[in-house]
């Protein structure tokens, strides 16, 4: 059993930053390829960024590619994702996600394993 902790949501203006933490319990991190979701209001969850077990590879979905960085430190059981430059349709409930499965990534919701409780990020503009 792996429980998931976000931190570091909160209120920004539009073109600011915020670093969303997201702690594992558990001694197998490195088990799982890890990845953040978000869900604004009235929308479906969607897939914003995925980070390989050893965070040697990453992928990006198109709208958060070059605003967006994830990145983990296995050593504290810890999954980073930075956003700069927010815009106000980024605001949602951001969760990350940790899969066992075989692939590199997780890209679906429908193969996380376990999920956060979620942080709430709101843009102002």
């Known amino acids: 059993q792996v429980q998931l902790v976000e931190s570091g949501g909160g209120l920004v203006q539009a073109g600011g930053s915020l670093r969303l933490s997201c702690t594992a319990s558990?001694?197998?991190?490195?088990?799982?390829?890890m990845g953040w979701f978000r869900q604004a209001q009235g929308n479906e969850r969607e897939f914003v960024a995925t980070?390989?077990?050893?965070?040697?590879?990453?992928y990006y979905a198109d709208s958060m590619k070059g605003r967006f960085t994830i990145s983990r430190d296995n050593a504290k059981n810890t999954v980073y994702l930075q956003m700069n430059s927010l815009k106000p349709e980024d605001t949602a409930v951001y969760y990350c996600?940790?899969?066992?499965?075989?692939?590199?990534?997780?890209?679906?919701?429908?193969?996380?394993?376990?999920w956060g409780q979620g942080t709430q990020v709101t843009v102002s503009s």
């Open positions: 996600a940790a899969s066992s499965g075989l692939g590199r990534y997780l890209t679906s919701g429908n193969t996380a394993d376990y």
């Open positions: 980070i390989s077990r050893y965070g040697d590879s990453t």
């Open positions: 558990g001694r197998t991190f490195s088990s799982y390829a």
